[in-house]
């Protein structure tokens, strides 16, 4: 199935582009309270504060070179040339946007998008290193995943690079803006080790639950509208889409979190007797971010079963990272966005119906590189960092919490106690 082509005004397109690129935004909004409300009281000001340091890194940092790497269909990049053929692997952009017209043409629309889309892809890893990831230490990594991580692999999907040489489609960042951030969170669990108490001498993990789930719940309208914004804007600008396709990409988007919800609700009321809140609203978001990639290729049916896979995915991934894998991620974030962003990857080749006969094998590429290239990369070049510049805080900071530590007060003082502050050690 196609992209609807209706005729439209000059520059209908591009104005409907610019003004859903504005909604991306909301839904790092949305993440950001999240991350605050799945931690615990004594580290929400951080999470916050994080939030808005780690955006900061990652647009300054996408502004000085993540650009120059990644570009625009159509303008210089570097190719190599094997079996007699000419392969795109990164853009030739000059540095700090120089050259590029900032109008309303697709090129300029397009860096806005991926600049909003970059911050976005930042936020992910906050989630999976709450609590334990010192301020400057995640604005550093930042750096890394928006100046070179994210900017290359992007180019690969969107800037015409290799993977779009092949077919690969990817309409709002299922794998280049999810699963990016997703393996870099997975990353970030791994170098910082989990929590102080979180595992007892047997394995066995202890339950943290955040603090605040109307902050969490609260954040999940947030995250729709910017999905909106960033599914509607991605299939206009990077996929080649018509705004008489907008209405599908909406439905679709919709129908998958409602669906991710739902499964999620229906999984824990018969594992657990009751549905959990924290895991409905990871349920909510991982509809969205597996509905990205495919949203403007699939009939709304398969939307909602795409949506209802990612919420059950959801559930067993987090469940098994932190029993099994003995990996600590406070807010779900990997599981959420790495596990639902390669499945919405994986799901445009399943159900989609495009040009390319073979689209499965496409997309399948797109995820070996992702697990065989972009997981390595980031994980190095986080592990590097941490090793010049030690990215876990200080064992005082594990016992009383962040907020005090790094920020010298809470983000509560007059309403709570850190009763677990007391804990007999």
């Known amino acids: 199935m196609t992209l609807a082509k209706a005729p439209e005004l000059p520059g209908m397109s591009e104005a409907l ?183 007892d001498a047997e394995g066995v993990p202890a339950a943290f639950p955040g603090h605040n789930a109307v902050l969490v719940l609260f954040a999940c309208f947030l995250t729709w509208l910017g999905w909106l914004g960033l599914n509607g804007a ?20 919709t129908l998958s979190a409602a669906a991710g919800v739902l499964a999620v609700a229906a999984v824990t009321r018969i594992r657990f007797g009751r549905p959990d809140a924290s895991l409905c609203a990871n349920g909510w978001t991982a509809g969205l971010v597996a509905s990205s990639a495919a949203c403007a290729w699939i009939a709304p049916a398969e939307a909602a079963l795409i949506g209802a896979i990612a919420g059950v995915l959801v559930v067993f991934s987090v469940e098994w990272l932190d029993a099994r894998g003995r990996i600590d991620d406070p807010a779900g974030a990997i599981s959420v966005h790495g596990a639902g962003g390669l499945w919405g990857l994986l799901a445009l080749g399943i159900f989609a119906r495009t040009p390319l006969r073979n689209q499965w094998l ?50 509560y003082p007059e309403f709570v106690t850190r009763r677990d502050d007391f804990r007999p050690r």
């Not at 269909?73 to 795109?88: I, M």
């Not at 952009?93 to 911050?119: I, K, N, T, Y």
Request: proline share 5%.
């Open 362 to 411: 496409a997309q399948l590429a797109g995820v070996a590189a992702l697990l065989l290239f972009v997981l390595p990369m980031t994980y190095s070049l986080n592990w590097l960092l941490n090793r010049f510049y030690p990215q876990r805080v200080a064992a005082e900071a594990d016992l009383h919490g962040p907020d005090l530590y790094e920020l010298g007060a809470g983000a």
């Open 234 to 253: 991605g299939s206009l600008l990077l996929a080649g889409g018509a705004a008489a396709g907008l209405v599908r990409v909406a439905m679709n988007t």
């Open 17 to 199: 582009g610019g003004a859903l690129v504005l909604l991306v935004p909301l839904a790092g909004a949305g993440l950001a309270l999240m991350n605050a409300g799945l931690g615990r009281s004594r580290s929400a000001a951080h999470a916050m504060l994080g939030s808005v340091c780690v955006i900061a890194a990652a647009v300054l940092s996408y502004f000085v070179c993540g650009w120059s790497w990644q570009g625009f269909p159509g303008l210089p990049a570097h190719t190599v040339t094997l079996a007699g053929r000419s392969w795109n692997w990164i853009a030739a952009e000059p540095f700090f946007l120089r050259g590029l017209p900032l109008d309303g043409s697709p090129a300029a629309l397009a860096a806005c998008l991926q600049m909003f889309s970059v911050a976005l892809a930042a936020l992910i890893p906050l989630g999976a290193g709450s609590e334990r990831w010192r301020l400057g230490a995640s604005c550093a990594s930042t750096a890394l995943l928006a100046g070179w991580t994210y900017p290359l692999f992007a180019h690969w999907v969107w800037g015409g690079g290799w993977l779009a040489q092949i077919g690969l489609l990817d309409a709002g960042g299922s794998g280049t803006i999810q699963a990016v951030g997703g393996l870099t969170a997975l990353s970030i669990a791994w170098i910082l080790g989990p929590r102080q108490g979180k595992y």
